[in-house]
């Protein structure tokens, strides 16, 4: 059980250039997120799945595209990279029922757009 | 809209002083989540506890405790004797309750950094 993981952990792009972020859990988790974290601003959703086969939109979504691939994958591309998108991403998966709520995170992409 | 504030952006104690770690929320929904998250120095992010708008019971867990008081709308983290190892940026979160096959999004507040000094 390796609960959230994310590929790569550590990303240069140039501007202008695409990726995409990958993760994946391992857990039966419905519900799947990707953030951003920059330096005060705390997380900020950029886009959710409550469930396989459905995404939308968070916080911070321009820029972005998902895609919830299956019910363990959730990826997150950038088609053009902008230095505006340097940022650490966390991916987080959520198990919501009734009393019972559990919730991992990822261990971070530390992306830098030059 | 949903919004989360934590007005404290760096506390900085003592080993052993006790420290209360502030936020306050707003929301129109009447069921709601509340979230606290620690990030240590590390970088992961560490879901520590979750409590519902209809408990208002504080919640003790070893050195940790919270106080949820939905008259302020506040849900005040409490670390007693507090350590080194408790040195990390701690996150509040807020959540709408799930309705079948709706959203369950999670606003964060931007965060306080604890720092333990031996």
């Known amino acids: 059980n390796a609960g959230v993981t994310q590929t790569p952990k550590f990303q240069v792009l140039k501007t202008g250039q695409s990726m995409t972020l990958q993760c994946a859990q391992d857990?039966?988790?419905?519900?799947m997120y990707w953030y951003r974290q920059d330096p005060g601003m705390g997380l900020r959703l950029i886009y959710y799945?409550?469930?396989?086969?459905?995404?939308d939109k968070g916080e911070v979504p321009n820029g972005y595209n998902v895609s919830r691939l299956n019910k363990r994958e959730f990826s997150l591309r950038l088609e053009s990279a902008a230095p505006s998108q340097t940022s650490v991403y966390f991916c987080?998966?959520?198990?919501?029922?009734?009393?019972?709520?559990?919730?991992?995170f990822g261990p971070g992409t530390r992306l830098t757009v030059l | 809209a949903q919004k989360v504030t934590q007005a404290q952006t760096e506390i900085s104690v003592v080993e052993k002083e006790d420290v209360t770690l502030d936020c306050v929320y707003e929301?129109?929904?009447?069921?709601?989540?509340l979230f606290w998250y620690k990030q240590p120095p590390s970088g992961e992010l560490v879901f520590l506890i979750r409590?519902?708008?209809?408990?208002?019971q504080n919640e003790i867990s070893g050195r940790y405790s919270w106080n949820f008081q939905k008259s302020t709308s506040s849900f005040n983290f409490t670390i007693t004797a507090s350590q080194v190892v408790d040195s990390a940026v701690y996150f509040c979160?807020?959540?709408?309750?799930?309705?079948?096959?709706?959203?369950?999004?999670?606003?964060f507040g931007k965060g306080t950094k604890l720092t333990v000094n031996p």
């Open positions: 987080a998966s959520r198990f919501l029922a009734g009393v019972t709520d559990t919730q991992y």
């Open positions: 857990m039966n988790h419905n519900s």
């Open positions: 799945s409550a469930s396989e086969g459905t995404t």
């Open positions: 929301t129109r929904d009447t069921t709601y989540y």
């Open positions: 409590r519902n708008s209809f408990d208002e």
């Open positions: 979160a807020l959540s709408e309750a799930m309705i079948q096959g709706g959203s369950e999004k999670l606003v």
